[in-house]
């Protein structure tokens, strides 16, 4: 039976064209051995660059974008999972390289899937999503590294968007003192709300600067890269600690070794597309109980399938505060 879904094509010049359609289960990948239903889905970057085609996100044609999903399965064929179950999905190149969620019905891996947590809805997995997941991967990936509340301040750079905004939640519950870096100081009580104790300009941070500056931050949590990463690691304390996880002002790295060697600085990575499932587990847990409820709902905003694709150059342009989560049934 035809289900609603984004469908993504290339027109002949190379551009992309993406319409909400009607497309068949038989159009779905056969390198999938669980059939679901998706509830929810979200619009993160990475389906902006691949509904607009400002980057080569999408490997495969025609494709359903969507990193993001969450519902129940409809059918399997996987020993772990079955009908009537509550999933979510997060990476793995769906709607890159494997159909992904913005649509009412995928067929997915079922390695892929994580078990939604008791009592979390489809529509509150997807208000976190990707973003939330990597936020939290970010947030354990300083406590691994020993970086106690007490230590100091951590810098939270694009505190305004998706990330930034669930990191600033995440890690301001957890007692940290948290300084939101953004590029619209009209959302300071927003990022206020949340938890920031202070907020900053994002111009401070994206210009060229020394490879050794003033040490302040204990901790960075950065979703930017380029020359933001690089001053935010320019003025790290000794010993302490950022994680990558974006590259939303680029994904060059213009950097000295100086505070690696001179300051014993530790740059983390942080992967949320092929993480191991117990990482994944773990942080979604973590979700579960540490995450501020209201303060998530300050962060989301809700839209339709079809709202979709007219919102991705908009999350592209920085236009978009924290989350959209998207209804895949209107």
Known sequence: MPFAAILLTKNDDGSTAARLTQIDATQLPGAGDVTVRIDYSSLNYKDG?????????????????????????????????????????????????????????????GDWLVRRPVGMSARTAMAIGTAGYTAMLSALALQ?????????EVLVTGASGGVGSIAVAILSGWGYRVVASTGKLDQADYLHGLGASE????????????????ERWAAVV??????????????????????????????????SVAPF????????????????????????????SDLDMQKLARITQEISLAEAIAAAPDILAGKVRGRLVVDCNR
């Not at 691994?144 to 100091?152: F, K, S, T």
């Not at 979703?223 to 060059?252: E, F, I, K, P, W």
Request: charged residues 15%.
């Open 199 to 214: 907020v900053i300009d994002r111009a401070a941070l994206s210009a060229p600067g020394k490879p050794i500056q003033k």
């Open 144 to 152: 691994a590294q020993g970086v106690a509340p007490d230590a100091g």
């Open 261 to 288: 060697i001179l300051r014993g600085v530790r740059l983390i990575g942080i992967d949320s597309v092929m993480a191991p499932h117990a990482t994944r587990v773990a942080a979604w847990q973590r979700l579960a």
């Open 49 to 109: 660059l691949a509904i607009t085609g400002r980057a080569p996100v999408v490997r495969n044609w025609p494709m359903v974008p969507g990193i993001d999903g969450a519902g129940e399965v409809i059918a399997s064929s996987h020993p772990d999972w079955q009908a009537g179950d509550a999933f979510i999905l997060n990476g793995w190149g769906v709607g890159e390289s494997h159909m992904g969620c913005l649509a009412q019905q995928a067929r997915l891996k």
């Open 222 to 255: 950065d979703s930017v890269g380029s020359h933001t990463l690089v001053n935010a690691l320019a003025q790290t304390r000794y010993g302490g600690t950022v994680t990558a996880c974006g590259l939303a002002q680029g994904m060059d790295f213009p950097a």
